[in-house]
């Protein structure tokens, strides 16, 4: 360690334990784009209940010959070229919408993006997928067992939604983001410096999809109960960001960037008020895209990067709540980091 380097610290000591850093930003959006009113003609609802209940205009959704694994491999590509890297030592995707249920997709994204031989496996965390996957690949940087990660978390809920089902249809996109996380120190900016995870296996069915042995017969789709998930989820995001936010020593008005999973834009408000966060920095990107589900964070950066409402520097809060229930929050000093966006 040099003593020039303690002048390049955010923080006010510096810190010498190993960090995740984030290095490179990447997404991947299929570009066929479906508004609010496709939905108001075929079922029974419209534009202005779901703006008004959502905050969602338009969500984008997969053709037939595009897969979760497309857009995984186009995000994770993405994020490589956004870091100036060619190279990374392992791979984890979050999804909770596979290709198939056998094996899992990591591997051949890994694969198809000239990264064939890494250590590559999926998490299944549903909405809280990215977060967790990124607390994975810190825990593999921080034992020394990988230099870089490519995180990328990629989903088509397209393809598990009823599109009979107003009360769920009209609330998801798909889509898909990707970091790529180096290892570094805790003062540099873009280290992850707190984390927080949590589940509760009892609520396992407030967001479910059937198995084959819960209905052997007909059409298993996504089921949500909204209100519950709702209320659950402002709760969970708030305690959570609570705890990094302590951990950290951040207080709520230091807050400039509060990134929550993209579900309801009542959700993020309400979870920023009850944290005391200024309302300004409270990121809400889901107007063109919807739930995206896991892939829901690092697009929701991208959007907010390109639109000026996070910049480097920026004190950035983190937090997710999904499917299991799960939840999970994380906070970095957003760094000099420019996204590369792509469609499918
Ligand atoms: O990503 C994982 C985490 N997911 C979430 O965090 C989502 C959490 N839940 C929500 O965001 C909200 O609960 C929803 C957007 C799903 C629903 O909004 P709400 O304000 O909680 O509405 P509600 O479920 O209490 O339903 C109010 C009414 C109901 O009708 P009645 O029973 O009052 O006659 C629903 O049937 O709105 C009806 N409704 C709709 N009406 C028009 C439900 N969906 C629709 C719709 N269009 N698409």
């Known amino acids: 360690m040099h003593a020039t380097e303690f002048t390049t ?3 006010e000591e510096p810190d010498y334990r190993f960090a995740a850093v984030v290095a490179g930003l990447g997404t991947c959006l299929p570009r066929a784009e479906i508004t609010n009113s496709w939905f108001a003609d075929r079922l ?3 534009d202005d209940w779901i703006r008004a209940r959502t905050g969602i205009a338009a969500r984008r959704r997969a053709g037939p010959d595009v897969s979760m694994t497309d857009l995984a491999c186009a995000a994770a590509d993405a994020a490589l070229r956004s870091a100036g890297r060619t190279k990374v030592d392992a791979l984890v995707l979050a999804t909770t919408t596979p290709d198939r249920p056998c094996p899992a997709a990591a591997p051949e994204v890994a694969e198809r993006i000239g990264q064939g031989g890494i250590p590559a496996f999926d998490v299944s965390a549903v909405c809280s997928g990215f977060l967790y996957a990124v607390a994975t690949a810190t825990g593999l940087l921080s034992a020394g067992l990988a230099n870089s990660v490519l995180v ?6 397209s393809r598990i939604v009823d599109p009979d089902d107003r009360s769920t249809a009209v609330l998801f996109g798909d889509g898909a983001g990707a970091v790529v996380l180096r290892r570094g120190h805790a003062w540099e900016q873009g280290a992850l410096l707190g984390f927080d995870l949590g589940s509760d296996g009892a609520s396992w069915d407030a967001i479910h999809v059937p198995g084959e042995r819960e209905q052997p017969d007909g059409e298993r ?4 109960r909204g209100r519950t998930v709702y209320l659950r989820a402002i709760e969970r995001m708030t305690t959570s960001a609570r705890k990094v936010m302590k951990d950290c020593a951040w207080g709520p008005d230091t807050i400039e960037a509060l990134v929550a999973h993209q579900a309801n834009a009542r959700i993020i408000e309400a979870v920023a008020h009850r944290l005391g966060v200024p309302s300004e920095a409270a990121l809400c990107e889901i107007a063109l895209v919807g739930n995206t589900a896991a892939a829901s964070i690092p697009l929701a950066l991208a959007d907010a990067l390109d639109g000026g409402r996070l910049k480097p520097g920026f004190r950035t809060l983190l937090t997710a709540f999904g499917g299991g229930l799960t939840w999970g929050s994380a906070a970095l000093t957003w760094p000099q980091v420019t996204p ?3 469609e499918l």
């Open 9 to 11: 610290s955010a923080r």
């Open 44 to 46: 029974d609802t419209s």
């Open 152 to 157: 990328t978390a990629a989903e088509t809920y």
């Open 221 to 224: 789709w996504f089921t949500m």
């Open 340 to 342: 590369v966006r792509s």
